[in-house]
């Protein structure tokens, strides 16, 4: 047997793995990454899109952190949009259609530039556990690396199996094969593994699409990028549409339930209840006369179009005949059929906040292994677990990121005090303070912990330590600054919409008018600075929303206070008394760090919390 020696394995190479392997590798650890095949790395087996609705926020966090997934994303880029920008700031959120090989070309390259990292095309068939500690991996080549900790971010690999109808066979994404063997392996260390599903639409001919049939959807201008410190100039370089179905398209799909998987009880594992297949739409919303399809380009070099809103485990012939009922895809040719895919991953209560196991010391779970769906919510976790696998083989305090600092911290502390039953998707709902946790200030909140972990560069700190000086030091001018009456100003402010002014005002009051934007007033500032559209946005938002902002900053206090108090690790809930004895199980099981925590465990109620108060008071 042969024998190699490094620090941390990372097991998997798909967007937690990548995020994971090159935060340890820049952390200094001798990192090693397992992927079956090296084709694969960061693969975007389902849309090759980045960001979305509390998704871009995730991204813009792993940026200000010194992630790579926001400057892969703005580096292959062929569409971008904000989302929701007629809504409040809190929601708004970047999108960007990636050229999906370009994305993938450009995530190797990363890696294998990285110092203190091997890239290695194996499997990773065991975990090497002595005295409850990870003390190397096995591989299917027959290799033992010896290390200190190990991530094991396997995606929807691991006990894959795919479902086309009747059809179904053991596979990863794309027709890639498998992880098989570690299952079983995890299983006879006590670690419970369960079955989730998932799935993808067809990817059609661009020639056998009706474009004139469908709307268009452009990109914006200017664009926005996902990296705070991106100079260089963005360009949309494509459009997407959009078509719907129909009642004949509901009704193909209908007459045949029966043969997909997914209502003929083939399916074991439990899909996700926020981005269902279109056969689950139309049963579960018979009364909605069409649903929105989205037809999107894979990149540049391929004529291969994505269409999201239409994952389906249907027979390839079903597929066929309900698409061809849709509007603009009358003679559409499939070139991938769309599909379901079964995978093992884990109870996330299996882990402690930082994602280690609590079983295991020295392992640590990410992505969809974890429950999760979404590259962008796996790419933060492996973020996370790379940065504490490094910690923790340098036996430092390990990262835990609060839920009023960042989406990231919010989307942990959901997996490991609630759980999950389905895979889990991040949404700006599940924040109760978004407006806090907006994508324009993700480097204000994070950026001081990128560079404090050691992963910010100081360059990248030094240009978002001058951009936020320019837009305070703006906030104080704009304060101090009063704007006279005069006819073009009192026309500019009934043009948008508001009353003239009779007296001057200061700049910051006209500021809070909704109506009224900054570029409109500094016209009439002669000291006016020329700003960025991004930091003219940032300093508006402070502005038209600090009342919001400040109710918001309250709450945030009022938990922190729960937050400090912490619980002992070791304690046997059974004994407490006063505790309910649900709420003593939930608390033996979930292991809540602090009382803030515990707050957030289904099954402890506010009487239980006044109890566990008065055990920390002792």
Do not use: W
């Not at 499997?123 to 500690?133: D, H, L, Y």
């Not at 279109?278 to 069409?290: G, P, S, T």
């Not at 196991?357 to 796996?378: C, R």
């Not at 100003?489 to 109506?515: M, S, W």
């Amino acid at each position: 047997m042969n024998t190699y020696d490094y620090e941390i394995a990372i097991i998997g190479g798909g967007h937690a793995g990548v995020e994971a392997a090159l935060a340890s590798a820049r952390l200094g650890m001798k990192t090693v990454l397992f992927c079956l095949s090296l084709d694969t790395l960061a693969n975007m087996p389902c849309n090759p899109c980045i960001g979305g609705s509390a998704k871009g926020q995730l991204v813009s966090e792993i940026d200000a952190l010194g992630g790579e997934m926001g400057k892969a994303a703005d580096a292959t880029f062929i569409q971008s949009r904000t989302l929701n920008k007629g809504k409040g700031p809190a929601v708004h959120a970047l999108r960007v259609q990636s050229d999906r090989r370009k994305y993938h070309a450009y995530m190797k390259s990363a890696l294998e530039a990285q110092e203190n990292l091997e890239v290695k095309q194996d499997e990773i068939t065991e975990i090497i556990v002595e005295n409850g500690k990870v003390t190397g991996v096995m591989s299917r080549l027959g290799a033992l690396y010896r290390v200190k900790a190990a991530v094991i971010a396997t995606g929807t690999y691991l006990g894959g199996r795919i479902h086309i109808g009747e059809l179904n066979y053991q596979s990863g994404p794309d027709n890639v094969m498998p992880a098989l063997q570690l299952t079983a392996d995890l299983n006879s260390k006590g670690i419970a593994l369960r079955r989730f599903k998932t799935g993808t639409p067809a990817r059609v001919h661009r020639r056998s699409i009706d474009f004139s049939q469908m709307e268009i959807q452009k990109g914006d201008e200017p664009i926005t990028p996902f990296s705070f410190d991106n100079t260089l100039p963005l360009e949309n370089k494509t459009d997407c549409f959009v078509t719907y179905t129909n009642a004949k398209t509901h009704e193909v799909i209908l007459s045949n339930l029966h043969r997909s998987p997914l209502y003929a009880g083939r399916i074991e594992g439990v899909g996700p209840r926020y981005c269902p297949s279109i056969e689950d739409k139309i049963v579960r919303f018979r009364d909605k006369e069409r649903h929105q399809l989205f037809v999107e380009p894979m990149g540049l070099d391929t004529d291969e179009f994505y269409l999201q809103g239409m994952s389906s485990s249907l027979p390839f012939d079903v597929q066929i005949e309900f698409l061809r009922t849709i509007k603009g895809l009358e003679k559409v040719e499939i070139m991938r059929p769309a599909y379901a895919i079964e995978y093992d991953c884990i109870d996330p209560l299996e882990l402690f906040a930082t994602l280690e196991f609590k079983k295991i010391h020295g392992l640590f779970g990410a992505g969809q292994f974890n429950g999760t769906s979404g590259y962008e919510e796996a790419a933060a976790q492996g973020l996370i677990a790379g940065i504490n696998a490094a910690k923790y083989c340098k036996n430092e305090e390990m990262l835990i990121l609060p839920r009023d600092s960042s989406y990231i911290g919010t989307l942990i502390d959901d997996l490991v005090t609630k759980g999950c039953n389905e895979p889990y998707r991040m949404m700006t709902s599940r924040s109760e303070y978004r407006l806090l946790l907006r994508q324009d200030n993700a480097p204000e909140r994070l950026a001081e912990i990128g560079k404090a972990v050691g992963l910010l560069p100081d360059k990248r700190y030094a240009f978002f330590c001058d951009m936020r000086d320019k837009v305070q030091g703006e906030l104080k001018r704009i304060e101090k600054t009063t704007l006279k009456p005069t006819e073009e100003l009192n026309k500019a402010l009934t043009d948008c919409g508001t009353t003239p002014i009779a007296t001057g005002v200061r700049f910051i009051e006209l500021l809070k008018r909704p109506q009224v934007d900054y570029c409109t007033l500094a016209q009439f500032d002669g000291e006016a600075p020329e700003l960025p559209l991004g930091l003219i946005n940032k300093l508006e938002i402070q502005v038209k929303y600090a009342g919001y902002i400040e109710a918001q900053r309250e709450k945030v206090e009022q938990m922190r206070k729960l937050e400090s108090r912490r619980l002992p690790p070791d304690i046997d809930y059974t004994t407490v008394k006063g505790l309910r004895l649900e709420a003593q199980e939930k608390l033996n099981r979930y292991r809540p760090l602090n009382i803030g925590q515990a707050s957030r465990i289904s099954g402890v109620n506010p009487a239980d919390i006044t109890v566990l108060l008065l055990l920390t008071q002792k």
